[in-house]
């Protein structure tokens, strides 16, 4: 059985020279299609993207989801699409280039961030896998099609069998791998009870606190008659026109955090929370309850940003909404914390609750994504979930009830 391969995230914020913000942003613009083309070569790399971080001191993301070790992984980067990365890097501070694999590596290592809180929806699926298994559920698909009037009288074992005879047939040449995986998820994940419970004592006192402070918040919010956020009508008209038409989309969003070593203390409390939370749901691949996130990571700056990365299902509408319907305390705890989020009472009441808020809120420090990738863009997690069902499946001897749940699996 193939051993495990274990997820990671990468996070590289490297500075832009002055001057050359603008300059860097319409690059990405304009390569972005040649870039991402190069990046379909890299065979580790689930999602990735370049982003500029506008700031005093501005700074361009690069952000990925790969399978592996970075050394590795990094090595791919380059040999698939550094050679069209050399204007970005250029424009970097630091950079001296021309480089080569080694150049490269030790420059993005020298500007990592650590993510304070990591989910992958599924972990132990390599980028060759959940593309093999998509191949797979294809060939099945159109097998049972083809011989439908031949396999319409028999049990449903017997059907299932017959497909996994004439998948194993075709299978060197489909590459469709039909073998069963160590997944990354052993063992029981904890509870959210348990997670809560361990932080306990520090919870409590957090939320004490926040009482205080989410009060002083309020008070001087009607004292200086604060407007709420307004997005900037050019990049929501940008963002919309990056999220039209896919099935899978990115969000990258930047909120500032509030002054004072208690909103920073309450903060790193909620990620570490969040992290142990999002550990737990790789078992069933929903954050929160939250299905449509494939990987998510918040990561905190030394300048007091913190940049939420997210590869998501469907559009930016639903998924806020499933974020307000199902996480809304979760996403509370973490972005109370940060200047304009709605308000908030004790660190977790109200604040994502106010729908109208919350989405102004997200959209006003939403970036551009101007250079995005993803390895499988027309594969929501839950058909990742169900492939991979569907090859553990018929990897093995097939029984009554594993040939009853291919065959929903494969008719839903």
């Not at 495990?4 to 500075?15: D, E």
């Not at 971080?53 to 952000?63: F, I, Q």
Request: glycine residues 8%; proline residues 5%.
């Amino acid at each position: 059985m193939p051993s495990q391969v274990r997820q990671q995230a990468l996070t590289a914020m490297l500075p832009v020279r002055s001057g050359e913000a603008a300059a860097l942003d319409a690059w990405l613009v304009v390569e972005a299609p040649a870039i991402t083309r190069r990046l379909a070569h890299v065979t580790s790399l689930h999602f990735g993207r370049f982003v500029l971080l506008p700031g005093a001191e501005p700074l361009v993301a690069l952000e990925t989801s790969f399978d592996g070790e970075l050394e590795a992984h990094l090595d791919e980067l380059w040999a698939a699409a550094g050679a069209s990365l050399e204007p970005l890097l250029e424009r970097c501070t630091g950079w001296t280039g021309p480089g080569d694999p080694g150049a490269f590596g030790r420059y993005v290592r020298a500007h990592l961030r650590e993510a304070s809180a990591f989910f992958a929806a599924h972990p132990g699926l390599t980028v060759g896998r959940v593309q093999a298994d998509a191949r797979l559920r294809r060939e099945l698909g159109r097998y049972l099609d083809r011989q439908r009037a031949l396999l319409e009288p028999l049990a449903s074992r017997e059907i299932v069998q017959r497909a996994q005879a004439a998948l194993r047939g075709m299978e060197p040449e489909a590459r469709l791998e039909l073998v069963p995986v160590e997944r990354a998820v052993t063992g029981e994940p904890k509870s959210v009870l348990r997670i809560l419970l361990e932080h306990v004592l520090s919870l409590v006192g957090t939320v004490l606190l926040a009482v205080i402070y989410d009060l002083s918040d309020l008070l001087r919010r009607l004292w200086t008659d604060a407007e709420p956020s307004t997005p900037s009508p050019e990049l929501v008209a940008r963002a919309g026109r990056e999220e039209a038409g896919r099935l899978v989309n990115a969000l990258t969003h930047v909120a500032e955090l509030k002054p004072g070593s208690f909103r920073r203390g309450a903060l790193r409390l909620a990620l570490r929370i969040t992290d142990e939370l999002a550990r737990a749901a790789s078992f069933s691949g929903r954050l929160g309850g939250i299905e449509s996130i494939h990987f998510a990571r918040w990561v905190l700056l030394p300048d007091g940003r913190l940049v939420f990365f997210s590869n998501y299902d469907g559009s930016w509408e639903s998924y806020l909404g499933e974020f307000i319907e199902r996480a809304s305390r979760g996403l509370t705890m973490i972005w109370s914390n940060t200047v304009g989020f709605p308000t908030t009472f004790a660190w977790v009441l109200g604040g994502a609750r106010d729908e109208a808020g919350f989405k102004r809120w997200t959209r006003a420090r939403q970036l551009p994504t101007p250079l995005w990738y993803s390895a499988y863009p027309e594969l929501s997690v839950a058909e990742v979930r169900r492939n991979a069902e569907i090859r553990e499946i018929l990897a093995r001897d097939i029984d009554e009830a594993g040939a009853r749940r291919v065959l929903e699996v494969v008719r839903d």
